[in-house]
């Protein structure tokens, strides 16, 4: 069975703005109050990690404020090197003014930012935070908040399907990249974050990478996998052959047991743990 595309998948998405919360001609606008937000900055540094909304974002403040822009990747063990390797050709393809910075969390990447700004002058920090992700628990946030960095995108009301959409239309290569983050938001709250952890979920996502699916998590529970696949890929999981293809290859990573959530891929499904103990 041949793999989902994922492109097929952002293409759908994009059809759909035009009968969901915003129509292509809204898309359009947003981008261009997006625009004129941006140009109210001497300058910006903006936190890049290399997906879709980040990357939008990098590349309209890199058009709007020119030089006056740098785009700043943080560097740590809970970035993957398949992040890596997507960011690169980003860049490549941009030739967008970049600098990167090891950091650990949010909160880190916000203070080695703040250092930035102030040995290069630069007025102002932001990062591509979206409408859509105001419906989420993120701690990244509140960091944000507490260093009084700059949401544009969400300042905007832009939605993740019209940055896709007004992606596409820029020709940015990012437009259509599965939903990422950290490698640290597949451990659950209370779990110590080490780079033996970080390194065996990376493994394990190169895995079902290999095995041609697009959209996932690999979540870590002890020494248990918990597999979300994107709906659309869902099926692809449940024949006897693939399922015994994924558990080999993941045991093979290092996982002693493997599992399939059968509810599939949902940002933030960890935070499902945090509103059941506050008994909502």
């Not at 625009?35 to 890199?62: N, P, Q, V």
């Not at 895995?207 to 248990?224: M, P, S």
């Amino acid at each position: 069975m041949r793999a989902v595309s994922y492109t097929r998948i952002a293409m759908n998405a994009l059809v759909n703005i035009r009968t969901g919360e915003a129509s292509v001609e809204q898309a359009s606008e947003k981008q261009r109050v997006l625009f004129a937000k941006l140009g109210e900055h001497e300058s910006m540094l903006i936190a890049l990690s290399g997906g879709t909304d980040s990357a939008y974002l990098a590349w309209a403040a890199h058009g709007v404020l020119g030089n006056r822009a740098l785009s700043v990747t943080a560097l740590s063990p809970s970035y993957s090197a398949h992040d890596r390797e997507q960011l690169e050709k980003y860049l490549e393809a941009t030739a967008i003014r970049h600098a990167d910075r090891c950091y650990f969390c949010k909160d880190e990447l916000f203070v080695a930012m703040d250092q930035i700004a102030a040995e290069r002058n630069f007025a102002a920090t932001a990062y591509g935070v979206n409408a859509d992700d105001t419906f989420d628990f993120r701690p990244g946030h509140r960091a944000a908040k507490e260093h009084r960095v700059l949401t544009p995108l969400l300042d905007a009301k832009l939605h993740k399907a019209e940055i896709r959409y007004l992606s596409e239309r820029a020709g940015l290569p990012s437009w259509d990249r599965p939903a990422s983050a950290c490698l640290a938001s597949r451990l659950p709250y209370g779990t110590e974050v080490t780079e033996e952890r970080l390194s065996l979920v990376e493994r394990g996502e190169t895995a079902l990478r290999g095995l041609g699916f697009r959209q996932f998590r690999v979540r870590l529970h002890d020494k248990l996998a918990r597999i979300e696949l994107a709906p659309a890929e869902l099926s692809r999981a449940l024949s006897a052959e693939m399922a015994a293809a994924m558990a080999s290859a993941l045991k093979a990573a290092g996982f002693t047991y493997v599992a399939l959530d059968l509810e599939g891929y949902r940002q933030g499904s960890l935070n499902e743990g945090l509103k059941k103990s506050a008994g909502t």
